[in-house]
């Protein structure tokens, strides 16, 4: 059964003060993980895809990273804005029948 | 462009009521998908369409959730009757062209069964 397991469940940041959330998958097979922010009242914002291991991509101050049993949203000098959960999803490549699976997310606060 | 369209927002029942949300996917997607959220959860997929075929509604339960897209392009995700359970987020999502492409989100609605 493919799983997705997210942590820390909550992080509070000082304004600046980098960190790293963490997503640990177990696949039959990576299509695809995928990177969403939701704020509040919102649905999930999609951030990013990495499809292989050693793949990296960056937007803004965030920057994601794959390797074969997890990922890393790295966060560089956060700002207030950046509060919200941040959710991994990842798509097996052999499932019809679930394209996404969730982790529950990682509530980010980010205090001036 | 605009984004994928949920309606309503917010809405509030009393339990055994019946309630409809609606969804318009992004245009020229073909793949929709409602999804449950519970606070504090990862969205969990309740159907998924292929253009007007449900291909994939194996988590939703079918004895008191029904859906459909005709035409292929909006959905109705109904309950009937709601139970207290039901209380949630409903979201909506559509991609371009099945599971391997990216899923956008709509803002989802929130359900309250009173």
């Known amino acids: ?112 | 462009e605009a984004g994928v369209v949920q309606s309503p927002r917010y809405k509030i029942i009393e339990k055994k009521q019946p309630v409809a949300f609606w969804c318009n996917p992004i245009s020229g997607h073909n793949t929709l998908y409602w999804y449950l959220q519970n606070l504090g959860q990862g969205p969990e997929l309740l159907i998924r369409y292929e253009n007007e075929e449900a291909v994939d509604d194996s988590q939703l339960p079918k004895d008191r959730f029904s859906a459909e897209r005709l035409k292929g392009v909006d959905s109705t995700l109904k309950i009937q009757p709601a139970e207290l359970g039901d209380s949630a987020v409903y979201l909506c999502a559509s991609s371009f062209r099945g599971v391997s492409d990216t899923q956008y989100f709509g803002p989802g609605t929130r359900l309250t069964v009173l």
């Open chain 1, 1 to 112: 059964e493919d799983q997705v397991t997210q942590s820390p469940e909550a992080l509070r940041l000082q304004e600046g003060e980098s960190s790293s959330l963490n997503c640990s998958y177990t696949v039959s097979g990576l299509r695809g993980l995928f990177w969403y922010r939701q704020d509040p009242g919102k649905g999930p914002e999609f951030l990013f895809t990495l499809y292989s291991a050693g793949e990296e991509k960056e937007k803004e101050r965030l920057k994601a990273t794959l390797t074969k049993k997890e990922s890393f949203l790295h966060i560089t000098a956060p700002k207030p804005e950046d509060s919200a959960t941040y959710l991994c999803a990842v798509s097996a490549r052999n499932s019809g029948n679930t394209p996404l699976v969730f982790g529950k997310g990682t509530r980010l606060s980010v205090i001036a």
